[in-house]
């Protein structure tokens, strides 16, 4: 039996603003991490954007580093972001995202992880 062995990993990233991502602007930029992660086949398997960063807990193939699916979700959100809204270059010149991030892999456990990212929904 062959098959493609998928990958578990916790990604955390802050926003630049300084108030923090507005409520609308969290519902577009979870929408645009959604379509960037389906375009490349990456599986969430939960997510929390709160008013001041992302939890985002995703399955993806082996082909992809891990700083390359960071750069890539940040960086399209980023983008798309504030081409559509050019105010938010008034705010943040280069990205709307802070330049780092958290990344660490999961193994066993996915229930604390997913716990975890639950209670950021109810804290935001």
């Known amino acids: ?4 062995l998928y990958r578990c990993l916790r990604i955390t990233w802050c926003s630049l603003l300084n108030t923090g991502v507005r409520c609308w602007l969290a519902m577009l930029a979870e929408a645009i991490i959604r379509k960037t992660c389906r375009e490349l086949d990456i599986k ?13 807990f995703i399955q993806y193939p082996p ?18 972001l504030r081409q559509e809204f050019p105010e938010l270059k008034k705010w943040c010149e280069k990205s ?4 780092s991030c958290y990344h660490g892999s999961v193994g066993h456990g996915w229930e604390v992880v997913e716990n975890y990212i ?3 929904d109810r804290k935001s």
């Open 96 to 99: 709307l995202w802070a330049p």
């Open 1 to 4: 039996m062959t098959g493609i």
């Open 44 to 56: 969430i398997i939960d997510m929390s954007v709160s008013s001041d960063h992302i939890h985002i």
């Open 118 to 120: 639950a209670g950021q």
């Open 63 to 80: 082909k992809y580093s891990v700083s390359f699916i960071a750069k890539r979700l940040k960086g399209r959100n980023s983008r798309i």
